[in-house]
């Protein structure tokens, strides 16, 4: 599975920008994907959760409210909407992807990665 995310960008507080992860290669809907993000001198922290067999959503108690994570089976991509966006959301964003429906709020539970895409909000 090969993971590519775009959509990042600089935007101004309470601002929106939406992410995309295309994931090419998967074959199963026993999957789950997750947006995460790191800031600078931070440790990798998950964000938001889908499970691609049934659609159910998971976010962190920071983001519940302004970003919302979705899916496109048919085209293979899953989104990130983040709207009212704050300063302390900037950050590098990446999709991940596991086999297995469960989705899991540990990085280390994710054999697949995006390369990152940076997200900047100014005050």
């Known amino acids: 599975v090969q993971l590519q995310a775009s959509g990042g960008g600089l935007v101004q507080a309470g601002e929106s920008l939406r992410l995309s992860c295309v994931a090419n290669?998967?074959?199963?809907?026993?999957?789950?994907s997750a947006w995460f993000r790191q800031a600078p001198g931070k440790e990798r922290e998950f964000v938001a959760g889908?499970?691609?067999?049934?659609?159910?959503?998971y976010y962190t108690d920071s983001v519940k409210g302004r970003f919302t994570i979705s899916k496109d089976s048919a085209k293979d991509t899953v989104y990130l909407q983040m709207n009212s966006l704050k300063p302390e959301d900037t950050a590098v964003y990446y999709c991940?992807?596991?086999?297995?429906?469960?989705?899991?709020?540990?990085?280390?539970?994710?054999?697949?990665w995006g390369q990152g895409t940076q997200v900047t909000v100014s005050s």
């Open positions: 889908i499970r691609w067999s049934g659609g159910n959503t």
């Open positions: 991940a992807l596991r086999w297995g429906s469960t989705v899991h709020r540990s990085a280390q539970l994710y054999a697949f």
């Open positions: 290669g998967r074959t199963s809907n026993d999957a789950a």
